[in-house]
């Protein structure tokens, strides 16, 4: 039966080559790609722009929402309230994001971007799409487009597994 892993060796004759070290395992792999790409990132956004990733992160997630409840950006992020608390206090401090009580549960917290936020923003999405055309410069688009199209199902397969594991 695919999927299942010899007990003695513990490697799977499922669909996934052979893990023989740490270096073959996907989640290594796409650790790593991720790594690669946030220190490459990481420099231009601290010296051009000011940002640090998670501010990014949180301006690109508030920026695509139009506004974004605090919780939903900590969900799509998976970071630690406290952490993401500090990051929202230091983008409102700058001027570049706004958070105001839900309208709709006083208990939430609504965030948006200032005119300076969308400003900064702009600047930072056009770096990003000439980093991804960078990154995958190596693949066809009709690889790009597959590529996108795997990631898609793994992030939902995983955001499942990880929902199980956590009970929700």
Same mark, same amino acid.
């Given at each position: 039966? =695919?999927?299942? @892993? $010899?007990?003695?060796? !513990?490697?799977?004759d499922g669909v996934h080559p052979p893990i023989r070290s740490i270096r073959? #395992?996907? %989640?290594f792999r796409i650790a790593r790609m991720a790594a690669i790409n946030e220190r490459a990132g990481g420099i231009y956004f601290q010296t051009e722009l000011g940002l640090r990733l998670n501010e990014w992160r949180v301006l690109g997630l508030v920026a695509a929402s !139009?506004? #974004?409840a605090f919780s939903d950006i900590r969900d799509q992020l998976?970071? $630690?309230k406290g952490q993401l608390s500090r990051v929202v206090r230091t983008l409102?401090? @700058? !001027?570049?994001? /706004? %958070? *105001? =009580? %839900? /309208?709709? $549960?006083a208990r939430q917290i609504t965030l948006a971007l200032t005119a300076d936020g969308r400003a900064l923003h702009d600047r930072a999405i056009g770096f990003t799409a000439e980093r991804n055309d960078s990154m995958v410069s190596?693949? %066809?688009a009709a690889e790009? *487009?597959?590529?996108?199209?795997?990631?898609? @199902?793994l992030i939902r397969h995983n955001e499942q597994l990880l #929902?199980?594991? /956590? !009970?929700k």
């Open positions: 039966m =695919p999927g299942m @892993r $010899d007990k003695d060796t !513990g490697i799977s073959d #395992a996907l %989640s !139009g506004t #974004a998976l970071i $630690d409102v401090d @700058r !001027g570049l994001l /706004e %958070s *105001r =009580p %839900s /309208e709709t $549960d190596v693949l %066809s790009c *487009r597959q590529l996108h199209d795997m990631l898609d @199902r #929902a199980q594991k /956590e !009970g």
